[in-house]
């Protein structure tokens, strides 16, 4: 019987690929090139693995994801009520229909499941299952045609890796060893560790329509596009259809090269350059990294001090220690002292980092308390102050995802009519009635309706059904203005509280 290859559709009509002496291989614009058009489509790219802890809370097929709570934002926490069953022969992936599962087991899972369940109740992390997973689908001749050849092709820096010759060289070693024994494989050592080098150089994250981590993904023809901190276009996956998309984020002259940011480009150029280096073995050499003061943003590139230095460096280790920190306060507290010890020293605005990436961070931690009221008023505060200058494009994915949080926010407060306990949000009144009265979030979610326009991406979706799926009034303007008065005088005393630290150790 013929094997069939997995069933896949790409589009690249507008695109050439050459080579630069700089970047090497790259992708350039074979004509102009609009604002949010789809530069490259690629139904099914050749890998997507999950994260491990996503394995609990994500269709294994469509990749629904928790509670489908972009469905109904009201609910707000993500992960309830999504039931997934789990496969009943390896006890690893789930799945939200029979018919999913049917889906995946015919495509890919029946080659995978017999070894997780041989492995069960250990999960191989997902970079292991990656390569496993395409090794199995290459010897039951699945792959689409060409496309093993084209991933060997890509760069490893296995060089660089062995050079280093620190923890992570092992840790390819390790994984190389492993996956010829899983995989059953007659490639060698040499070549399996070429393999994970290749994909840990090219792969992206793949994340939810709302900008969450859900695993990795990997296509050789969206590893040649070279990274810029002064991007033009930025990395979309469709959930729904398996889609990942490169997307133009502003025009793009013809023969101009596409770029997009492997990093978080709003970061300082030291703490950009090192990770850069540390993950993919380059220098950039853009031009916001050769100018000192970054002209969008307006701030310097580089602490003034060695003591705002000392600064920044804690306030980075606060974030990053509130990022994994499990409990309810814990992580409140580290984000409001890392926002206190920066605006204390007077040099960083609202939108200089790690200040904005801080209270992103807030945002999400006083959600995870059930602090409605004080996360809305962060949430305001970084989609009114922080994103128009962070994000100057209205487009740009994380200022819709920004939002639409808000707008989240506000229906929760809204329907589980709840009261401020806030201090601040108590003097100023931001109550459900005064919400749904001024038509806050009517005036919010047609805002966000104009960004979204004539895009079909998943995101857009969900922000077009909830909108057909509420009633609407007239934005009264006037009122509206009202609310968003009370909204900006309650975000200013927050600020001015941020400077003072309590006794009780935060912010007073």
Known sequence: MAHRALEQHISVDITNKKRCDETGWGLYASRKIAAREA????????????DIPRLKDTCYECLGYGSEA???????????DKKLQVCTG???????????????????????????????????????????????????????????????NLESHLQQWESRNGRQWEDIGLMARGTKEYAETNLSEETLREVFGKLLVNCFTMVSPFYDPLGLVLHPLAALVNHSCNYNAFVRFDTSSHCLSIIALRPIARDEQIVVSYIDATNPRHVRQKELQD????????????????????????????????????????LA????????TGPIQKCQYGIHILRKTGAWPLHRQPLAS???????????????????????????????????????????????????????IYFDSLSPTDLPIQKYGITSKSII???????????????VEHDDGTFAQVVRHQFIQQAHSAVKMDDFLKEAEKLKACTTEILEKELVWGESGAAA
């Not at 530069?39 to 999950?50: A, F, H, K, M, Q």
């Not at 972009?70 to 309830?80: C, H, L, M, Q, S």
């Not at 916001?288 to 003034?304: A, F, H, N, R």
């Open 90 to 152: 390896c006890h690893v992936v789930r799945y939200c229909s029979k018919e999913c599962q049917t889906l995946s087991w015919k495509s890919v899972h029946k080659h995978e499941c017999s070894l997780f369940a041989r492995l069960h109740p250990n999960i191989l992390p997902n970079n292991v299952r990656a390569v496993v997973q395409l090794l199995l689908l290459r010897k039951a001749v699945r792959l689409p045609r060409g496309e093993w050849d084209d991933f060997m």
């Open 39 to 50: 530069i490259i489509s690629i139904e099914r790219p050749l890998v997507i693995s999950l």
């Open 358 to 412: 801080l209270r992103q961070q807030l945002v999400v931690s006083l959600i995870a308390a059930g602090q409605i009221h004080l996360a809305l008023v962060h949430a305001w505060i970084q989609y009114q102050s922080i994103d128009p200058k962070l994000l100057t494009e209205k487009h740009h994915p994380i200022r819709l995802v920004h939002l639409w949080l808000v707008i989240v926010l506000l229906k929760r």
């Open 437 to 451: 009265y001024t038509n806050l979030i009517d005036h919010l979610h047609w805002a966000l309706m104009r960004r």
């Open 279 to 318: 993950k993919y073995f380059f220098d950039c050499a853009c031009s916001k990294c050769s100018d000192y003061v970054t002209k969008e943003e307006g701030v310097p590139q580089l602490p003034e001090s060695s003591e705002h230095l000392l600064v920044e460096q804690r306030a980075f280790e606060l």
């Open 321 to 328: 220690a509130a990022q994994k920190d499990t409990s309810i």
């Open 70 to 80: 972009y469905r109904k934002p009201e609910t707000i926490a993500w992960e309830e």
